[in-house]
């Protein structure tokens, strides 16, 4: 059984349309195969069941930068989905010493217009953006000190803080990975076969999860810096897109099926 994961924004998602056009054939291509199209995104799951809805697709949703999985009717899964998590790490900011607190800002402190320009989303999508159960995105403004000093209360705490394409996030000490790695297993006990994962992403946030993938696929994104070669791409285990967002996701997926991969 293979199970593609992907993230959204910059990889399925053009970064700055937000459109998945591009890639309509290759959804086309894994719903033929009826291969299942797990999503893994920064998003809420507000934002994300739309979405799920417009792909055609009913599958785990891999929220908030891993801090969550929605959309998954298993009384198994383990990890801390607790809608109150969100008003922890709120509590947490708020308590920081003002050096560091005035150095974070994030949806929380943002307005449903600030979150749409920070994001290029319509003010409807900022709206569901705002709508967190599990991490708190935003703007780290501060010396490199003062943000080493930051990640140590934060590890304290029993948090982290993970550097996307556009957002600095607060959140649990997870990751996509670590979800990725549940639903691997998950699917492994449903099926009664073996699962071969293949995972897209563009982005720091992805690379655990492009790293443990059977077979993990870096779509260009000039928009920042390149992820860095690891041995695993060195090795043939991760392959790179040379077309940006959607289109390199579409030639991507096709390539694997021509070679056989998927």
């Known amino acids: 059984m ?5 993230d959204l924004d910059g990889t399925l998602l053009d970064h700055d349309s ?24 920064s998003k809420t799951e507000a934002e994300m069941r739309p979405l799920s809805m417009a792909l055609g697709i009913d599958y785990p949703l891999i929220v908030e930068n891993g801090a969550g999985i929605a959309n998954w009717r298993n009384t198994e899964r383990g990890g801390d989905d607790s ?3 969100y008003q922890r790490i709120r509590l947490f ?3 920081l010493p003002q050096e560091l607190r005035g ?9 449903v217009e600030e979150v749409a320009l920070a994001t290029g989303l319509s003010l409807e999508a900022a709206a569901l953006a705002k709508q967190r159960n599990f991490s708190e995105p935003g703007h780290f403004t501060g010396s490199d000190v ?3 000093a930051f990640s140590a209360l934060l590890e304290a705490a029993g948090f982290q803080a993970m ?9 649990p000490r997870t990751s996509k990975a670590v979800r990725m790695a549940e639903l691997v297993a998950y699917y492994r006990r449903q099926s009664g076969e073996a699962v071969v994962s293949v995972a897209l992403g563009d982005a720091p946030n992805d690379l655990a999860m492009l790293e443990a993938a059977d077979c993990g696929i870096i779509i260009a994104n000039p928009s920042h810096t390149p992820l860095p070669v ?14 940006p967002g959607p289109a390199g996701w579409n030639r991507m997926i096709h390539h694997l099926v021509a070679t056989g991969l998927l």
């Open 146 to 148: 003062q943000r080493r």
């Open 230 to 243: 690891t041995e695993r791409e060195r090795q043939g285990l991760i392959l790179r897109s040379e077309e």
């Open 2 to 6: 293979i199970v593609v994961f992907t």
């Open 18 to 41: 937000y459109s998945f056009e591009a890639a309509r054939p290759a959804l086309a291509l894994l719903k033929a195969r009826d291969i299942p199209l797990v999503l893994a995104s």
């Open 83 to 85: 809608p109150s998590l």
């Open 93 to 95: 900011l708020a308590a």
């Open 103 to 111: 150095c974070f800002t994030g949806f929380g402190d943002w307005s």
């Open 163 to 171: 550097q996307g394409g556009r957002f600095f996030t607060v959140m």
